[in-house]
């Protein structure tokens, strides 16, 4: 079975920076496709950001590219989320999702099947 747990959210005024987490419990995680999704309140779901398995690509939402930066340590099986220049349109519940293997940067919900909890992060003006 596949968890995946986010950490990492808080307040932060705009401008600052945030890094969240997601330590995800499987077996051979440099299998998997890791997704960053966040759900704006009264929004529906979006996607931010991806990184694949193997060469660990990377794509971002136009919304946040140049802002934000996803990374992986497959040795600790983490997954990050480095965010900057936060304004409070990124407001938010974040959450990661998991998926095995797979051959393209996946940007849908749909694309995935295990997702963590998520954690609120909230920018004040």
């Known amino acids: 079975q596949v968890q995946l747990i986010e950490s990492g959210g808080g307040l932060v005024q705009a401008g600052m920076s945030l890094r969240l987490s997601c330590a995800v419990s499987?077996?051979?995680?440099?299998?998997?496709?890791v997704g960053w999704f966040r759900q704006p309140p009264g929004k529906e779901r979006e996607f931010v950001a991806v990184i694949t398995w193997g060469r660990s690509g990377t794509y971002y939402s136009d919304s946040v590219k140049g802002r934000f930066t996803i990374s992986r340590d497959n040795d600790k099986r983490e997954v990050y989320l480095q965010m900057s220049d936060l304004s409070p349109g990124d407001t938010a519940v974040y959450s990661c999702?998991?998926?095995?293997?797979?051959?393209?940067?996946?940007?849908?919900?749909?694309?995935?099947?295990?997702w963590g909890q998520g954690t609120q992060v909230t920018v004040s003006a």
């Open positions: 999702a998991a998926r095995f293997a797979g051959s393209e940067f996946y940007t849908s919900v749909r694309d995935y099947a295990y």
């Open positions: 499987v077996d051979r995680f440099s299998s998997y496709t």
